[in-house]
T-cell receptor
């Protein structure tokens, strides 16, 4: 069945760049009507949407993170990626990748219907 | 955009109902019927429970229902069961291809 799996370094030093990848399997990565999202959750806190990207590479970012975020896709690998630069301890969180449902025919949707298991990223020297 | 406001905790006895609120603004919940709710058990990924205010994905029990009035959306869990003990997060479309999440509510089954 459809699965998403995050992969990342686990530990990142302050001021460096956090890089994460999400591998998609069990279904089409290029189906129209879906975007691919990154969402994070600091320890003991709520969820925060980081951004979403289409399979063709069109990204949308959370305005509060936009200056530090980049996202990309690799359709040959069924994979999409996140880069967050100039990290601080406040960026310590579990990072989830998710499928972002957007539209079907003339209907619009705005929700995340499938999630990866999450990857804990700790920012520390 | 500011996070949607949820109560930190809610509780109920087995068989009872619990309702969780999610308060936003005219820039998100008040304008768009794209409110979704997610259940998250400890150490697990969130699971979609409600989308478009009151629609349930396949496989979600009909004990879960959603509604909206003005800038506030609500999730009601009827006939509480032990497995419903979890964190619940709301989310709304906030315009300009943006999402906003709520602060999260921990539901305890007494």
């Amino acid at each position: 069945q459809f699965q998403l799996q995050e992969s990342g370094p686990g530990l990142v030093k302050p001021s460096e760049t956090l890089s994460l990848a999400c591998s998609v399997s069990g279904g089409s990565f290029t189906s129209p009507g879906y975007y691919w999202a990154w969402i994070r959750q600091p320890p003991g806190k709520g969820l925060e949407w980081i951004g979403s990207i289409s399979y063709s590479g069109l990204p949308y970012f959370n305005p509060s993170l936009k200056s530090r975020v980049a996202m990309s896709v690799d359709t040959s690998k069924n994979q999409f990626s996140l880069k967050l630069n100039s990290v601080t301890a406040a960026d310590t969180a579990v990072y989830y990748c998710a499928r972002d449902r957007r539209y079907l025919d003339w209907s619009l949707f705005w929700y995340f219907d499938l999630w990866g298991r999450g990857s804990l990223i700790t920012v520390s020297s | 955009q500011a996070a949607l406001s949820q109560p930190p905790s809610a509780s109920g006895s087995p068989g009872q109902s619990v309702t969780i609120s999610c308060t936003g603004s005219s820039g998100d919940v008040g304008t768009y019927d794209y409110v979704s709710w997610y259940q998250q058990h400890p150490g697990k990924a969130p699971r979609l429970m409600i989308y478009e205010v009151n629609k349930r994905p396949s496989g979600v029990p009909d004990r879960f229902s959603g509604s909206k009035s003005g800038n506030t959306a609500s999730l009601t869990v009827s006939g509480l069961q032990g497995e419903d003990e979890a964190d619940y997060h709301c989310s709304s479309y906030a315009g300009s291809n943006n999402y906003v999440f709520g602060t999260g509510t921990k539901v305890t089954v007494l």
